[in-house]
């Protein structure tokens, strides 16, 4: 079982370029989510997706755009990568029945210099 | 808008010991859902427990328990007969109903565990 799968693993950026972290899960769920985790912050929502066609701002959604793609998708794009951006970034995914679980995917670490 | 806080940074256990790891949250809402997961070195994200609101009998999961007081909005997890391979993040979630199945973290509480 595949689960969750986020690519790349790691990037390093130079402030100012641009790139999109994908995500792909193969469990059929509605939910789907991008978290950036950073030492004493937790995990902090960016965006997140209900159901397919539908994206919401989190916590910290500046400076980040998010693409639904259809159910199994969802990239997060950094249109102008700054310093600040440099974290461990997570996609997650859910049923949409509230106690189910969430999993997650292996992360991607990414610096920008 | 709904905020979970962990006020241990970090938190220390003797092996075969309990330890208690705090969580309080805030929200209008009655019904949501209250997870607690466990983030090892690996980076894996682990379910640890999970909890509904409306259910007033705290959940438990063989060494894992938690106390769940509503009215406190608090939230917090007990860990007993502590082993080495507990040692890791834990983070406190809360899942909302109404705000299209958002899910909230706190910052989290590193656990380490002495043998």
């Known amino acids: 079982n595949a689960g969750v799968t986020q690519t790349p693993k790691f990037q390093v950026l130079k402030t100012g370029q641009s790139m999109t972290l994908q995500c792909a899960q193969d469990m059929n769920h509605n939910s789907m989510y991008w978290y950036r985790q950073d030492p004493g912050m937790g995990l902090r929502l960016i965006y997140y997706s209900a159901s397919e066609g539908t994206t919401d701002k989190g916590e910290v959604p500046n400076g980040y755009n998010v693409s639904r793609l259809n159910k199994r998708e969802f990239s997060l794009r950094l249109e102008s990568a700054a310093p600040s951006q440099t974290s461990v970034y997570f996609c997650?995914?859910?049923?949409?029945?509230?106690?189910?679980?969430?999993?997650f995917g292996q992360g991607t670490r990414l610096t920008v210099v | 808008a709904q905020t979970v806080t962990q006020s241990q940074p970090e938190m220390s256990v003797q092996e075969a010991e309990t330890v208690t790891l705090s969580c309080t949250y805030d929200t209008s809402e009655s019904d949501y859902y209250l997870f607690w997961y466990k983030q090892p070195p690996s980076r894996q994200m682990i379910l640890v427990i999970r909890q509904e609101a409306y259910k007033q009998q705290n959940a438990t999961e063989n060494r894992f328990s938690v106390n769940f007081q509503k009215a406190a909005k608090s939230f917090s997890l007990k860990i007993s007969d502590s082993q080495l391979g507990d040692a890791a993040m834990y983070f406190c979630a809360y899942r909302s109903t109404q705000s299209g199945n958002k899910l909230v973290f706190g910052a989290g509480t590193i656990l380490r565990v002495k043998s």
């Open positions: 997650a995914s859910s049923e949409n029945s509230w106690g189910t679980e969430a999993f």
